[in-house]
Every structure is written in structure tokens, then in C-alpha cells.
């Protein structure tokens, strides 16, 4: 007997939902839109809400924040009083300054290559203990050549020499230079490679000159190591510069200076009579080192240089490369001619190696031209010079520039010089660097090409990191 096989009862059909309706309010019509999707993960559609994704955006802005402003230098500019006796001042602004003012130097002003490097290469090969330098620029030529073989036969004569260059400033030299130097025992540190690691600090670049020799001699000079720097400052390819060769107690100060960077670059530290020896007088100059590093707050090289301005009285000395003054500066040097001092300025004329940094410093020279200060641009070829000199007494000679790369962005150093003899060398210079400029007046300057002024504006607009 067969049993009928039973089958299952069939589902009632569902009816199927109508489709929705798009709706319009106010205008606005379409679908809602979908939730951001992420890519197939091992086969999984992973979905990420608007929340969670607006989250992670702000995050991740939070973080680009924080990095930003932990590199970000809080830019300050100060005003000074007017000082009415430099003498009885000078103290307290090297104290505010951090710059230690010590007597008994002998101080020798080198002027332009010929006068810089035979000194200098004559010094390291009478060396016997030590040889530090540190320097921004380090680009190719003879004389790279000469200084690599130099510093490589002291140190295999058993002479620590130490080299720290300025990665940016030194990233068109000869590489197998280094290299030799280094196989023959010169111990060289890079200041802030550009690398994945330090892209925070990449912005930061030690623009110091200085050497020290045995702990006895010291130089701080504008002078790059390249072959625009030999000769006499006599064409545009051979530039004009100045610099100073330092015996006394300042070596001392020099030395600090160097061994700040080194120590930072390569956690070794130097110490002890070897490097900060007990240093006898050698000259009548009283001396003092003031060195910029970007920590953020108030820059001490700019309220050195405001200070040594608002304490002139009789005559102002200023040669500088790179000049881009605030409109406190502007301001500041506006009073010094209305308290009757003789405000004279020298720029580079035509020949310039940053024509943006050169148009930059055009756009505040009106105010200064209409205020009184005598301002000439040197013709010949770069006036590559950093120098001040005020009321015949107090020079500051050194890497730094009027801009707000040296004031507040890049680390520099000078040194200035309480002694007229140094004073009136340096101020006969400058009226024998006069023969090759051009006065500007501020009739003519204030009818330069429209062209001209929109380079000026435009290129100003940069000022902060010129």
C-alpha cells in the first residue's frame, strides 16, 4: 500500500514594497546620500560613519596642529628706550643679551679673501691640539679643496678637528670631500639633515661663521667657504666681505658658541682646559659674543642690534646684504635722525644673489630715504658685509643679517668690539666702499617703475621668512 508523499505548504508570495518615492523639500530633491565606504578588506565591505570619519579628521588636523606649533616660533618684536650714554649702558645690554662682556682682546678686521683665508689656513697649519669650524656655506671650488686637504693632513698628524656644516648650506658640495676627510679622522656633523625625522626642523639652519683654533685663536666672519669669497671683493664672481680674527678671553665665548651646535648634533661633550683654557690678556678691545638660537620668545640679536641703534648719538654705521627691516626698525631708525645722528646705510646695488630678498628690503627704504637715513647701494659686486658701528666706539661684525630669517629663524653669531681703533678701521672701509656706490634719494626712489613698487610689495610679503 503506497502512502502519498506529503509537500510542503509553499509560502504566501510577500508583496513586494513599493519603491520609495523621492522627495523634494524646499527645493532640494535626490537620495539621501550613501555612507562612506572604505575599500574590500579579505572580502568585507567595511562601512565608516560620517561621525567616526569626521573624528578621524579631526584628529589627524589636531595632530598637523600640535607638530605645527611645536616648530612655529612665537615672533616677538620689541621696542627699546633710547639710551643716553652707551658707555654706562653697554653692560646692562650685553647682560639682557646674554653676552658676556670681557676685557683684553686683541681683535684683527679681515677684509674680503685675501685678507680671510691666508690667515685662516696659516692658523691650522700651525695647529697642535684642536681645529673647530662651522660654517653655513661649503659649496665647490680651489678652495674647498685646499681647506678639505688641510683639515684632513692636521688630523692625521693626530689634531682633533671637528667640522660641522649646515646640510641646506652644504648640499652642493663635492660629496668624495667629506668623505676623505673623514677616512683620515675628521669628525664632521651635519646641522639638521634633510631627512623624514627632522622635517620639523627643516626650516632651522645654522647660518654661524666662526673657527676655533687650539683654543687660542678665534675668527667670526660673513665668509662662505666657495670661490666667491677668495680675492678682493674686485668683480661680481669675487664678493666683499668682512670678518675678525679674535686672541684674548673671548676665544672663550667663540668656543661656547661651537660646541652648543656640536654637542646638539653629536651628544659629545667638550670640556676642561683643553677647550676653555685659562686665556691671558692679548689686546686693549673689550669683547662680547651674541649668538641667535630660535627658542621663540624675544630673538636677543634683535635687541642687540635695536639697542645699538637707539644708542647712537653721534653717527650710525650699517653694511648688511640682507636688509629687511620691521616697521619697528623702520621706526626706530626714523628717531635716531631726529635726534641728530648721521644714519648711513650700505645695501648691494645690482649684483645680488636673491633678487626677492633684494626687492623685499626695497619695499621699506621710501620711509627711510623720506626720514633722513643716507642709504647707498654698492655697485662693484655683492657687499656681502654684516657690520654696525655706533659713535665710533661699538662694532658688531658677524653672520647676522637685518631679516627675519637671521633675527628669529636661523642660528647666528657676532661679536662685538668696544674699541675705537677697531671702530675707525671698520668706519674707513665703509668711506672706501663709498667710491663704488650709488646715493639713493628719496625723490627719485619714490618715482621708480610701477613694476618696480609690485615687485616690492609682492616680494615683502615674504619678509617673514627672508
Not at 509537500?7 to 523634494?24: D, F, L, Q
Not at 653694511?319 to 646705510?345: E, H, S, W
Amino acid at each position: 500500500m503506497s502512502v502519498p508523499l506529503r509537500h510542503k505548504a509553499e509560502r504566501p508570495k510577500r508583496p513586494r514594497k513599493p519603491k520609495r518615492r523621492e522627495t523634494s523639500r524646499k527645493g532640494i530633491t535626490g537620495k539621501l546620500p550613501s555612507l562612506p565606504r572604505l575599500p574590500m578588506i579579505r572580502g568585507r565591505k567595511v562601512e565608516v560613519s560620517f561621525v567616526t570619519a569626521s573624528l578621524y579628521l579631526f584628529l589627524i588636523l589636531f595632530l598637523v596642529i600640535i607638530l605645527w606649533s611645536t616648530q612655529r616660533q612665537h615672533e616677538v618684536h620689541v621696542r627699546v628706550p633710547d639710551i643716553a650714554k652707551l658707555d654706562e649702558a653697554l653692560p646692562s645690554i650685553a647682560d639682557v643679551t646674554g653676552s658676556l662682556i670681557v676685557p683684553g682682546n686683541r681683535v684683527q678686521v679681515l677684509q674680503n679673501g685675501d685678507g680671510f683665508f691666508p690667515l685662516l689656513f696659516a692658523d691650522i697649519a700651525g695647529a697642535r691640539q684642536s681645529i673647530h669650524l662651522e660654517t653655513y656655506v661649503w659649496w665647490k671650488g680651489e678652495v674647498c679643496m685646499r681647506l678639505a686637504k688641510a683639515l684632513q693632513d692636521k688630523a692625521r698628524q693626530g689634531v682633533e678637528v671637528r667640522l660641522t656644516i649646515d646640510a641646506a648650506g652644504a648640499h652642493n658640495a663635492d660629496d668624495h670631500l667629506f668623505r676623505h676627510m673623514e677616512e683620515a679622522g675628521v669628525k664632521i656633523a651635519r646641522y639638521h639633515p634633510v631627512r623624514l625625522a627632522d622635517l620639523g626642523l627643516i626650516n632651522n639652519r645654522t647660518h654661524r661663521k666662526l673657527a676655533v683654533i687650539d683654543a687660542r685663536v678665534a675668527y667670526v666672519f660673513g665668509h662662505g667657504i666657495a670661490e666667491e669669497w677668495v680675492g678682493n671683493g674686485q668683480d661680481a664672481k669675487h664678493w666683499r666681505d668682512t670678518g675678525v680674527r679674535l686672541e684674548g678671553p673671548v676665544v672663550n665665548s667663540v668656543q661656547a658658541l661651537f660646541v652648543q651646535h656640536w654637542v646638539e648634533t653629536t651628544t659629545e661633550v667638550l670640556i676642561g682646559d683643553r677647550y676653555f683654557p685659562l686665556q691671558p690678556a692679548a689686546g686693549s678691545a673689550r669683547a662680547h659674543m651674541t649668538a641667535g638660537s630660535p627658542h621663540g620668545g624675544v630673538s636677543r640679536l634683535e635687541m642687540i642690534n635695536k639697542m645699538a641703534i637707539a644708542s647712537a648719538r653721534k653717527r650710525l654705521v650699517i653694511q648688511n646684504p640682507y636688509f629687511i627691516p620691521d616697521p619697528d626698525m623702520v621706526d626706530l631708525l626714523a628717531q635716531t635722525v631726529k635726534r641728530g645722528v648721521d644714519v648711513r646705510m650700505m645695501i648691494p646695488g645690482p649684483v645680488t644673489d636673491s633678487a626677492i630678498v633684494r626687492h623685499a628690503g626695497h619695499r621699506q627704504l621710501g620711509p627711510l630715504l623720506d626720514a633722513g637715513v643716507k642709504v647707498y647701494e654698492f655697485q662693484r659686486t655683492l657687499s656681502h658685509q654684516k657690520v654696525m658701528i655706533v659713535d665710533g666706539l661699538w662694532s658688531l661684525v658677524g653672520s647676522t643679517n637685518f631679516d627675519d630669517r637671521s633675527l628669529n629663524i636661523n642660528e647666528e653669531a657676532s661679536v662685538g668690539v668696544i674699541d675705537r681703533g677697531v671702530a675707525a678701521e671698520l668706519e674707513a672701509a665703509f668711506a672706501h666702499d663709498l667710491r663704488d656706490c650709488r646715493q639713493l634719494d628719496a625723490a627719485s626712489w619714490n618715482r621708480r617703475p610701477l613694476w618696480h613698487k609690485l615687485g616690492d610689495r609682492l616680494s615683502y610679503l615674504l619678509n617673514d621668512q627672508l
